[in-house]
């Protein structure tokens, strides 16, 4: 059956299947008269499974360890079932303490005394250590946020208008030792803010299945991976208009300056996470 047949089968969108596709969890065949793929029942059998333990928040990884027969089914689940659990417990003690805090009349900041409400206050910082991570790496959101892609692609798009009439006909794309090897039409001074944009919508979900699989910032570090990328776009669309008047002459220059920024940054966020795991 053809894709949108599945699509009505499943009720799942064709950007899902897909995935799953792209994934290996599934692997239809093809139609030996068209080349098109040729979904079977247990195609469609196996997309809805792996939807529903999808829905659970069962990993990727997980499932495609239980599609391969290295890891059996019932013992993710009970994986799952103690990672649900103590979700469950850390939501049920905040919930209480909330209940607690309304109970005891017209609170306000000012008349709050967290030992009224925390036995221990160093245990209970110690229980919620993931909520602390989170806040000592929430400066890295504003590199990984999306005013921050807007404003490198607009600055791209920007710097590629007011340069464009100024430019030569030709325009440098490689160099090697301050010296231009491979030159192509002005008009290559906009693939970059176009570089962005594929980056921000091509490349970045790429990113993002691999780093949700095994890494709990998951959507910050693809967020952090595809700024950068856009960043090192507009810097070696920067470059390439200064080689041109001669004010540079090496790239390497620039992509250190660009690397050393993003060491010193994620340096920085891991000196912070790592002083709340030991303060």
């Not at 010296?179 to 803010?193: C, E, G, H, L, N």
Request: proline residues 3%.
């Amino acid at each position: 059956m053809t894709i949108k047949e599945v699509e009505e089968q499943t009720g799942l969108t064709r950007s899902n299947i897909r995935f799953y596709e792209k994934e290996k969890l599934i692997e239809p065949s093809r139609n030996d008269k068209n080349g098109y793929r040729d979904y079977s029942e247990k195609d469609v059998e196996n997309i809805k499974k792996i939807a529903f333990l999808r829905t659970l928040e069962i990993s990727i990884e997980d499932i495609r360890n239980v599609l391969s027969g290295k890891v059996p089914l019932a013992k993710i689940i009970e994986k799952q079932t103690s990672t649900i659990q103590t979700q469950i417990e850390g939501l049920n003690q905040a919930k209480t303490m909330c209940e607690r805090m309304l109970a005891s009349g017209n609170i306000s900041f000012d008349e709050l005394q967290v030992e009224k409400y925390v036995a221990d206050i160093d245990t209970h910082w110690s229980d919620n250590k993931s909520v602390f991570k989170l806040d000592s790496v929430s400066f890295l959101y504003i590199w990984g946020s999306l005013i921050t892609w807007a404003i490198i692609s607009s600055l791209c798009l920007l710097i590629g208008i007011l340069s464009y009439t100024s430019l030569p006909s030709q325009i440098p794309v490689q160099w090697d030792s301050g010296i231009a090897t491979s030159v192509v039409d002005k008009k290559f001074i906009y693939v970059y803010p176009l570089a962005c944009i594929c980056i921000r919508i091509l490349l970045r979900p790429v990113i993002y299945v691999r780093f949700l699989i095994n890494y709990t910032y998951g959507e910050l570090i693809t967020e952090y991976l595809s700024n950068y990328l856009c960043f090192i776009a507009l810097s070696v669309e920067v470059f390439s208009i200064m080689f041109v008047y001669g004010l540079i002459k090496s790239v390497v220059a620039v992509l250190l300056v660009d690397t050393a920024a993003l060491i010193g940054i994620l340096i920085a966020g891991i000196t912070k996470v790592s002083f709340v795991d030991n303060p």
